[in-house]
Every structure is written in structure tokens, then in C-alpha cells.
């Protein structure tokens, strides 16, 4: 059984960071790739990151790659995105979500709730 939890979202100004975490407590961390994507108010929810089950290999979105960072915890069930550079259009709900090494969200079985993240210019 697979239950994502995220958190760390919150309000930011413009050029600020983040950590998200995204917590499977169900104990089958190294089973599925893990990713991060996020919905803005009246769009498709878009590919953020993922890491792979090893969490040897990384892929970014274009617009984000440079200031975010995904990566893996296996220790702690956990995966995180270190966002940096934050910029107004980043503001949008975060989810992480387990699956396939994949940009495309139907790959992915399983999904947190989300975390909000709001950027303020």
C-alpha cells in the first residue's frame, strides 16, 4: 500500500526557496519511481521532476531545471524538491506522486494531496 503525504508549501516572496517532502508511509519507497508535479488555478497539472527507484537518475522540466532539486530518502520514506529562485509563475499545488520513471502524470498509480505553494512578486 502506497500513502503520500507532502508538505512544506507555504507563501513566498519572489526569489525565495522551499523544501517539499513528500512522505510514503506505506514502506514501498524503493518499489516506484517518485515525481513531483504541479496544477496552477485553471491549468493542466504539468511534470515538475522525478527520481528513479534507485534515485540515481534525475529529469526536470525545462522551467524548472536549474533551481529545483528532487531527491531521495530511503532511509526516511521521503523524497524532497528543493525549489530556489522562486518566481511568481511557480505558485501552483504540489504533488508528488509514485509510478513509472516518467513526465507523463498517467504513469503514475499513486498521489499525495498536494501542497500549496504561493509566490508573491
Known amino acids: 500500500q502506497v500513502q503520500l503525504v507532502e508538505s512544506g508549501g507555504g507563501l513566498v516572496q519572489a526569489g525565495g526557496s522551499l523544501r517539499l517532502s513528500c512522505v510514503n508511509s506505506?514502506?514501498?519507497?524503493?518499489?516506484?519511481?517518485m515525481g513531483w508535479f504541479r496544477q496552477a488555478p485553471g491549468k493542466e497539472r504539468e511534470f515538475v521532476a522525478v527520481i528513479s527507484r534507485s534515485g540515481g537518475n534525475t529529469v526536470y522540466a525545462d522551467s524548472v531545471k536549474g533551481r529545483f532539486t528532487i531527491s531521495g530518502d530511503s532511509a526516511k520514506n521521503t523524497v524532497y524538491l528543493e525549489i530556489n529562485s522562486l518566481k511568481p509563475e511557480d505558485t501552483a499545488v504540489y504533488y508528488c506522486?509514485?509510478?513509472?520513471?516518467?513526465?507523463?502524470?498517467?504513469?503514475?498509480?499513486?498521489w499525495g494531496q498536494g501542497t500549496q505553494v504561493t509566490v508573491s512578486s
Open positions: 506505506g514502506r514501498t519507497f524503493s518499489i516506484y519511481a
Open positions: 506522486a509514485a509510478g513509472s520513471y516518467s513526465r507523463n502524470k498517467d504513469n503514475y498509480s499513486y
